[in-house]
Structure formats: structure tokens, C-alpha cells
């Protein structure tokens, strides 16, 4: 079955510390790993895309590795910032029509 | 920058009847796409619509749902008879080529009474 799971699902953490989420899947055919930001009541905002052939790739303070044969992924956030308050989504394209999203994981940055 | 808009921002209707939710994409792309968001649950893919025609679509685009590209600038979504299940974030997104980035728009909650 095709699944995208992340872990936390939910973070608190200190403003300025930095932090891992995770994303394991199952999807199959792999075209591609995306990881998205959205706010509350927003539509989410593209961070990395990623490509079977890409390990790692940089947007600013975020940082996304793919691992494409143990099938996971990570979004690491450096340097939290309060406006980094937001749910990480992690989306799986295999066609068009299987796009796979994961449940996010929450994170919430305290001053 | 441009941005992909969308209206109503919220749209309140009685079951069985018929809503138009209405995107307006970033001007020079191609692929456009709609998606839903159930309260508290993960987004779902539901069209995908390129060169006047739906390219994929998931199990949940069902014959209540229909897409249209009326004018060379908006991108509509219809819900024929709404159910109280279809409510919803409806997230309209574009991009330039099938493997760009998506934009999405802000969305636009639907609550079926």
C-alpha cells in the first residue's frame, strides 16, 4: 500500500535551536519527494524537491536528504526561527495521479 | 510575485446543492491541479488539468466533481450535489511544466450544512 508516514508528529522546540523531521515511504513508483510548509489555514508552500538521484538539496536554513534505497527522508531546520511555526508536510509523486501526502508533523517554536 | 488566488475564501451551502469554486492560477503555467483538506487530516489529490483536459484524477473526483478552464485565466472546480462529507480546504495549485514546483493558493473552506 502506498504510504508516506512522518515522525514527530508533533515538536516543540527552542527558538534558535535546530531540529530533524522524519519521512519514511512506501510509494511505488518513486518520481519524486517533496517537502512542503503550511501555515494554519494556508495552502502549503514548496520547500525541496527531490529526484531519485539526489542525496541531499538546501532551500535557506532548510536542509532535505533522500535516501532512496532504505526509502526515507529528513528535513532539517537550522538556526529555528518563531516563524518556522508551521506543519511540515512531506509529499510522495509517483504519477500524476498518486501523490501521496504524509499527516505532517507540527512543530512549534517557543521564544 | 505572482501568486495563485482564489474565491470565495469560504462558501457556505446547503446539502445537495451545487457550488463553483474558482481559481485563477500564475498567468504563464500550464498544470493545474485541485486538492482537498478535511479538518485535521492530510491533503488529498483530487484532478490534475493540463491542455484543456484532466490528465489524472483520484478515486475521490467522483461524477459529482467536474473541472473546467472557462477562460484563459480562471480554473474552476463544481461540486454538483454537495454532501456533508464534502466539506473541506479546497486548494487550487498551478505550475509551470508536470514536475515544477506547485503553487497553491490560499484555499477556500467549503462547509456543507
Known amino acids: 500500500k502506498n504510504q508516506v508516514e512522518q515522525s514527530p508528529q508533533s515538536l516543540i522546540i527552542l527558538e534558535g535551536k535546530n531540529c530533524t523531521l522524519q519521512?519514511?515511504?512506501?510509494?511505488?513508483?518513486?518520481?519524486?519527494l517533496r517537502w512542503y510548509k503550511q501555515d494554519t489555514g494556508r495552502g502549503p508552500v514548496s520547500l525541496t524537491i527531490m529526484t531519485f538521484s539526489e542525496n541531499t538539496k538546501s532551500n535557506g536554513r532548510y536542509t532535505a536528504t533522500l535516501d532512496a534505497d532504505t526509502k526515507q527522508s529528513s528535513l532539517h531546520i537550522t538556526a529555528s526561527q518563531l516563524s518556522d511555526s508551521a506543519s511540515y508536510i512531506c509529499v510522495v509523486y509517483s504519477s500524476a495521479s498518486k501523490i501521496i501526502f504524509g499527516s505532517g508533523t507540527r512543530l512549534s517554536i517557543r521564544p | 510575485e505572482p501568486e495563485v488566488t482564489q474565491t470565495p475564501s469560504h462558501q457556505v451551502t446547503q446539502m445537495g446543492q451545487e457550488v463553483i469554486l474558482r481559481c485563477v492560477p500564475i498567468?504563464?503555467?500550464?498544470?493545474f491541479y485541485w486538492y482537498r483538506q478535511i479538518l485535521g487530516q492530510k491533503v488529498e489529490f483530487l484532478v490534475s488539468f493540463y491542455n484543456n483536459e484532466i490528465s489524472e484524477k483520484s478515486e475521490i473526483f467522483d461524477d459529482q466533481f467536474s473541472v473546467e478552464r472557462p477562460d484563459g485565466s480562471n480554473f474552476t472546480l463544481k461540486i454538483r450535489s454537495t454532501k456533508l462529507e464534502d466539506s473541506a480546504m479546497y486548494f487550487c495549485?498551478?505550475?509551470?511544466?508536470?514536475?515544477?514546483?506547485?503553487?497553491f493558493g490560499p484555499g477556500t473552506r467549503l462547509t456543507v450544512l
Open positions: 519521512c519514511n515511504y512506501t510509494v511505488s513508483p518513486f518520481s519524486n
Open positions: 495549485a498551478s505550475s509551470g511544466s508536470g514536475g515544477a514546483s506547485q503553487f
Open positions: 498567468s504563464n503555467h500550464l498544470y
